[in-house]
């Protein structure tokens, strides 16, 4: 892509090893069959990015691959699907990281992972120039990543905010700990932060979704979703309260409904919608994810996600 995208998807880039629905877990020593297995890209930033891609936004992936044969391969999918791969970054000594995505029939995900190239991914890799001249800065997998600190990261979204930029943070939470101090002088310069409740719990110690947003709207965050899978999301702002549902589908794998779901909000962003009518295509583009397996094949193309808004209602009340 030759033309400066409106997004920069900065974080996590992965190969993605992952499995039709399997019966069962397979004992040791037993072979399990699969329908099929797809090797795909993956990874927050660069989910991200295809989702937007798919929905007809111009799409950057700032990260690291190695440099073997995997991070070839990432790098030319993500091209494929016509995202900017300017700034994917191979690491020498580095292998890119994979994870191995195991599904089993009527049970949530379970996930094999090596982190690779990803652990050397760091706030100096988003490039000044191209973070000023974009729309939208999203980051996503933070807290994950050991080599990205929020002392580095608060002047890039610091400039991004003085330049217009609006910017927007997804975590991954791995365990129990204390992540607070790695949030709060970041989310101030933060528009849109989107942690999922399991996350938002290890995070803040509260079960309720909304006591946790409204702790992290607190802290300094513009907006806060947070999603919560089959049962829909909640959004907070200064003066607004809402509770979403989730929209009817067929459900087949739940991996990057989250990244697609970000995809779709920010698509609202950009498209100067407002809170609700963000919530609805952010919903429709995650319930669209999760129809086939992989994190980004499912996902609705723009006249797809239109045509499904079309045709169904979300329910959105004030809470």
Same mark, same amino acid.
């Given at each position: 892509? &030759?033309?400066? /995208?409106?997004?920069?998807?900065?974080?996590? =880039?992965?190969?993605?090893?992952?499995?039709?629905?399997?019966? $069962?877990? /397979?004992?040791?020593?037993?072979? =399990?069959?699969?329908?099929?297995?797809?090797?795909?890209?993956?990874?927050?930033?660069?989910?991200?990015?295809?989702?937007?891609?798919?929905?007809?936004?111009?799409?950057?992936?700032?990260?690291?691959?190695?440099?073997?044969?995997?991070?070839?391969?990432?790098?030319?999918?993500? #091209?494929? @699907?016509?995202?900017?791969? @300017?700034?994917?970054?191979?690491?020498?000594?580095?292998?890119?990281?994979? &994870?191995?995505?195991?599904?089993?029939?009527?049970? +949530?995900?379970?996930?094999?992972?090596?982190?690779?190239?990803?652990?050397?991914?760091?706030?100096?890799?988003?490039?000044?120039?191209?973070?000023?001249?974009?729309?939208?800065?999203?980051?996503?997998?933070?807290?994950?990543?050991?080599?990205?600190?929020?002392?580095?990261?608060?002047?890039?979204?610091?400039?991004?905010?003085? $330049?217009?930029?609006?910017?927007?943070?997804?975590?991954?939470? /791995?365990?129990?700990?204390?992540?607070?101090?790695?949030?709060?002088?970041?989310?101030?310069?933060?528009?849109?932060?989107?942690? %999922?409740? $399991?996350?938002?719990?290890?995070?803040? !110690?509260? #079960? +309720?979704?909304?006591?946790?947003?409204?702790?992290?709207?607190?802290?300094?965050?513009?907006?806060?979703?947070?999603?919560?899978?089959? +049962?829909?999301?909640?959004?907070?702002?200064?003066?607004?309260?809402?509770?979403?549902?989730?929209? /009817?589908?067929?459900?087949?794998? !739940?991996?990057?409904? !989250? +990244?697609?779901?970000?995809?779709?909000?920010?698509?609202?962003?950009?498209? %100067?919608?407002?809170?609700?009518?963000?919530?609805?295509?952010? @919903?429709?583009?995650?319930?669209?994810?999760?129809?086939?397996?992989?994190?980004?094949?499912?996902?609705?193309?723009?006249?797809?996600?239109?045509?499904?808004?079309?045709?169904?209602?979300?329910?959105? $009340? #004030?809470?």
């Amino acid at each position: 892509m &030759t033309s400066q /995208p409106d997004v920069l998807c900065a974080g996590i =880039v992965v190969a993605d090893h992952v499995c039709t629905p399997i019966s $069962h877990v /397979p004992a040791a020593g037993e072979l =399990v069959m699969a329908d099929g297995m797809l090797l795909t890209s993956g990874g927050c930033a660069a989910n991200a990015a295809i989702d937007l891609a798919k929905i007809g936004v111009r799409a950057a992936v700032v990260g690291r691959v190695g440099a073997d044969l995997f991070g070839r391969i990432v790098s030319d999918m993500l #091209r494929d @699907s016509g995202v900017d791969v @300017s700034l994917v970054m191979p690491t020498p000594g580095m292998d890119t990281s994979q &994870t191995m995505i195991v599904n089993v029939a009527g049970q +949530d995900r379970r996930f094999i992972h090596t982190f690779g190239a990803n652990a050397r991914f760091a706030a100096a890799d988003i490039p000044s120039d191209r973070l000023i001249s974009c729309k939208v800065l999203y980051l996503g997998g933070y807290l994950l990543t050991p080599n990205l600190k929020q002392e580095e990261l608060v002047p890039v979204f610091q400039k991004a905010r003085a $330049h217009g930029v609006k910017t927007v943070l997804d975590v991954g939470v /791995p365990k129990p700990g204390e992540y607070v101090s790695r949030l709060d002088r970041l989310l101030p310069f933060t528009d849109v932060f989107l942690p %999922n409740n $399991h996350e938002g719990e290890l995070i803040t !110690g509260e #079960r +309720d979704p909304v006591k946790q947003a409204e702790i992290f709207q607190r802290l300094g965050a513009r907006t806060v979703v947070i999603t919560m899978g089959g +049962d829909g999301s909640i959004l907070v702002q200064k003066d607004l309260r809402l509770k979403a549902g989730v929209y /009817p589908i067929d459900y087949v794998d !739940g991996s990057g409904g !989250g +990244d697609a779901f970000d995809a779709g909000y920010i698509f609202g962003m950009l498209q %100067n919608m407002g809170a609700e009518d963000c919530l609805r295509f952010a @919903s429709a583009l995650g319930a669209s994810c999760v129809r086939a397996i992989g994190t980004t094949p499912g996902v609705f193309t723009r006249p797809e996600c239109e045509e499904f808004l079309a045709k169904n209602k979300l329910s959105i $009340h #004030r809470l």
